[in-house]
T-cell receptor, first 116, second 113 residues
Framework: AQKVTQAQTEISVVEKEDVTLDCVYE???????LFWYKQPPSGELVFLIR??????QNEISGRYSWNFQKSTSSFNFTITASQVVDSAVYFC?????????????FGGGTRLMVKP | EAGVAQSPRYKIIEKRQSVAFWCNPI?????LYWYQQILGQGPKLLIQ????????DSQLPKDRFSAERLKGVDSTLKIQPAKLEDSAVYLC???????????FGQGTRLTVV
């Protein structure tokens, strides 16, 4: 069985603060993919990043960075110098490769509020 | 590149009525998903298509929900009859396939009263 846990249901920060969103996953598969999605108030899920289970290199994209640690089954997401536009619900997701496509299992989401 | 298109954006119906949602995936994406997102929760997969065949529908309440993907492109999701607990956002997503990211439409917000 697959499971994704986002323990932080809601985080509030002041603009320009750094913030880290935690994601812990469970899977028996040796090959899998991890994702982060952003859901702004408009409701659409926006794809942010994909990571495969064989690539533990951390990744940085502008103010966003991701820390994948297989040893602790975690895939954490950090926003540096947060901005009000970062306010959204962020979902971590896990998929396995046993099927023709991805069957994404989502965590419960973390609502990030960035105050000016 | 055009994204995943869904319609309608909003729908309000009375319980026991029927409703249908439409999805047009990104061109060339063989995999199509329907997800249900209840307020305050993460999306839950209802059904996954690969071209016009069903890959997984284990979480689809088949007594009232049905979905089809004719010709392996557009898809419709139907609820008949609707219940109050079906109130949610229904998200359609598409993907190139194994290992690729899934791209989501804006969703249809359904309210059953």
């Amino acid at each position: 069985a697959q499971k994704v846990t986002q323990a932080q249901t809601e985080i509030s920060v002041v603009e320009k603060e750094d913030v880290t969103l935690d994601c812990v996953y469970e899977t028996r598969d040796t090959t899998y993919y991890l994702f982060w999605y952003k859901q702004p108030p408009s409701g659409e899920l926006v794809f942010l990043i994909r990571r495969n289970s064989f690539d533990e290199q951390n990744e940085i994209s502008g103010r966003y960075s991701w820390n994948f640690q297989k040893s602790t089954s975690s895939f954490n997401f950090t926003i540096t110098a947060s901005q009000v536009v970062d306010s959204a619900v962020y979902f971590c997701a896990l998929s396995f490769t046993g099927n023709a496509g991805n069957m994404l299992t989502f965590g419960g989401g973390t609502r990030l509020m960035v105050k000016p | 590149e055009a994204g995943v298109a869904q319609s309608p954006r909003y729908k309000i119906i009375e319980k026991r009525q029927s409703v249908a949602f439409w999805c047009n995936p990104i061109s060339g994406h063989a995999t199509l998903y329907w997800y249900q997102q209840i307020l305050g929760q993460g999306p839950k997969l209802l059904i996954q298509f690969q071209n016009n065949g069903v890959v997984d529908d284990s979480q689809l309440p088949k007594d009232r929900f049905s979905a089809e993907r004719l010709k392996g492109v557009d898809s419709t999701l139907k609820i008949q009859p609707a219940k109050l607990e079906d109130s949610a956002v229904y998200l359609c997503a598409s993907s190139l396939g194994r290992g690729a990211g899934a791209f989501f439409g804006q969703g249809t917000r359904l309210t059953v009263v």
